[in-house]
Nanobody, 120 residues
Framework: QVQLVESGGGLVQAGGSLRLSCAAS????????MGWYRQAPGKQRELVAI???????NYADSVKGRFTISRDNAKNTVYLQMNSLQYEDTAVYYC??????????????WGQGTQVTVSS
């Protein structure tokens, strides 16, 4: 069983920045791709950014150029740097991890979520 613990959410003004962290309970080399997802009130959960084991990244069109996903292998931690935040980025952000041999972008494990609120 893999545990994911997120941190770094909060309240920020539009145009500001936040960095989210997701610490895994096992080596990230033992799991598959890791990504950040978000769910706004009344909307479905959507992929924000994903990082493959090989280091390839992919972003939702709405965050390209503003958000950056990265990882620290030694800390088993994945980050999401969010710049130029907009009101529309307000959501609960979840860290998700694919299993080592499971389908890509279909997390087998989820974090508890962290609230990001952007004031306009």
């Amino acid at each position: 069983q893999v545990q994911l613990v997120e941190s770094g959410g909060g309240l920020v003004q539009a145009g500001g920045s936040l960095r989210l962290s997701c610490a895994a309970s096992v080596s990230i080399f033992r799991i598959g791709a890791m990504g950040w997802y978000r769910q706004a009130p009344g909307k479905q959960r959507e992929l924000v950014a994903i990082l493959t084991r090989g280091g390839t990244t992919n972003y939702a069109d709405s965050v390209k150029g503003r958000f950056t996903i990265s990882r620290d292998n030694a800390k088993n931690t994945v980050y999401l740097q969010m710049n130029s935040l907009q009101y529309e980025d307000t959501a609960v952000y979840y860290c998700g991890a694919d299993s080592f041999s499971g389908p890509f972008g279909a997390p087998a494990w989820w974090g508890q979520g962290t609230q990001v609120t952007v004031s306009s």
